[in-house]
């Protein structure tokens, strides 16, 4: 009998827009993008140069100290722009492809006989490494780090997350192949599976694995409130992290030779006329799924986020479809404001407190924008985070110690166990609007310097 995981803290916001379960096509943007700011922890040096033909899997670009780590261009065609920002630091690298889509063939190694080492030196060369996510600090993995065991999430808790089961099914073979992969790199692989619901069959048929079942509220599905909970991260200890539909992708590779990065993402929120999902590469110029918003309403812009409401990127209807996003959700901007704001006892805004009468009804769905509903204030002990934030650590006295740049306070209170995902709920409800997940990875960043 697995045990299963209570989780009471956390909070689930219920958002219009769920996606109905249904793909109905394709979609062909016109261009793609490789972004060094999806990956964590790199300094990208180009390795390939406008104009130049690329074909799927070919490198675009390298870690510059580490050059053996490699991002690849998920479509064939031409290298069209580099775009920079201050100081020539690179932005994206847009990609218009053609018609073939032909992709670069890798001779995988037999995973029989191959060495560890073979196998990482061939997802080096084919551009798969960055599929693997280093804790802590959210890095790309180090190829050379030996971690404790690799944890991979089957469920998402965020506002309108994308149904992992259905992203994966049908793709039973693939999936078990990359697990089989993953299993030469580490000696533990751990699954984690909502208690709530019967699991797809492609999680519960997978071999090699250790299972483990969550129940409660959002954040029981971030893979971090999983370690934290079947085995901590302590000082000096490394793991690793890996999205189901890049197990696919991994099984692809070894399978056919081939990288592969097109996944199922769900497009969602209350300004998409039908919430569904489709199929889409990855770094996909989102301006393709422009005819399946709603008309923005007169004086009221839309915000287009790669990513959920509470950890994704706001890129705009031009912008491209981040590397480990598999949800586009869309809200409306928070740029009017309301008739004497909180005070009108409102029946339709969401509330964690009873400030609205909304509390009655806990079965209802809202239209959130973005905006504040309220400025900073002085940053003071609530209780709100620990409210919703099921793990044993302090995050008002780590964020302090953050902003205090006390590293050995940083360390004693939990912020190898953390990333910005973590602590979204934290800034969600923070009553003093302060940026949480900012000030989050200033603090990463500052121990990645002192390492």
């Known amino acids: 009998m697995q045990r299963i995981v209570k989780l009471t803290k956390g909070l689930d916001i219920k958002l219009e827009g769920k996606p ?26 180009m390795m390939a140069q406008e104009g130049d033909k690329l074909k799927a899997g070919s490198p675009v670009f390298c870690d510059k100290y580490r050059p053996e780590i490699i991002f690849a261009s998920p479509v064939s065609g031409t290298l069209q722009a580099v775009s920079r920002g201050e100081r020539r ?80 099914n049908g793709e039973q073979a693939s999936f078990q192949k990359g697990l089989e992969v993953l299993q030469k790199l580490s000696p533990k692989l751990h699954l984690s599976l909502c208690a709530d619901y019967p699991a797809n069959n492609v999680f519960e048929r ?64 209350p300004e998409v006329k039908r919430p569904r999902y489709y199929r889409m590469m990855s770094g996909a110029s989102l301006s393709a799924l422009a005819e399946f918003l709603h008309e923005p309403r007169p004086g009221q812009a839309q915000r287009v986020i790669s990513g959920n409401v509470l950890t994704g990127a706001n890129v705009g209807i031009d912008g491209y479809l981040g590397f480990y996003d598999d949800e586009v959700t869309v809200i409306p901007e928070g740029n009017r404001y309301e008739m004497l704001g909180w005070m009108m006892p409102r029946f339709s805004k969401f509330s964690l407190s009873r400030s609205y009468f909304s509390w ?78 900012e000030i989050l990875r200033k603090g990463i960043d500052l121990m990645m310097k002192e390492m």
């Open 20 to 45: 109905e379960k249904v793909l109905p096509k394709s979609v062909s943007p016109h261009a793609y993008a490789v972004k060094p700011a999806d990956f964590k922890g790199i300094t990208p040096k």
């Open 89 to 168: 630091k690179i932005l994206e690298v847009v990609i218009t492809p053609d018609e073939q889509n032909e992709p670069l063939t890798f001779n995988a190694p037999t995973l029989t006989s191959a060495t560890r080492d073979e196998l990482v030196a061939f997802m080096l060369g084919a551009g798969a490494w960055p599929f693997l996510v280093q804790r802590p600090y959210g890095v790309v993995a180090d190829p050379k780090a030996a971690p404790k065991a690799i944890f991979i999430s089957g469920f998402d808790t965020a506002p309108l997350a994308a149904d992992q089961d259905y992203l994966v």
């Open 206 to 269: 997978a071999k090699g694995v250790e299972i483990h079942r969550f129940r409660g509220p959002h954040p029981a599905g971030n893979v971090g409130v999983q370690i934290h909970h079947i085995e901590p991260i302590n000082k000096g200890e490394v793991v690793w992290t890996i999205r189901p539909q890049h197990v696919i992708a991994l099984g692809r590779l070894f399978a056919g030779g081939v990288y592969d990065v097109s996944k199922v993402v769900a497009l969602v929120g």
């Open 360 to 437: 009655l009804t806990p079965g209802r769905r809202y239209v959130l924008d973005t905006n504040l509903n309220g400025g900073q204030r002085a940053f003071t002990v609530t209780g709100q985070y620990e409210k919703v934030l099921p793990m044993d650590i302090y995050p008002v006295y780590l964020l302090k110690a953050i902003l205090a740049g006390d590293v050995e306070k940083m360390e004693q209170l939990g912020i190898y166990e953390v990333l910005e995902e973590d602590l979204a709920l934290c800034e969600f409800v923070c009553t003093s609007k302060m940026d949480v997940q």
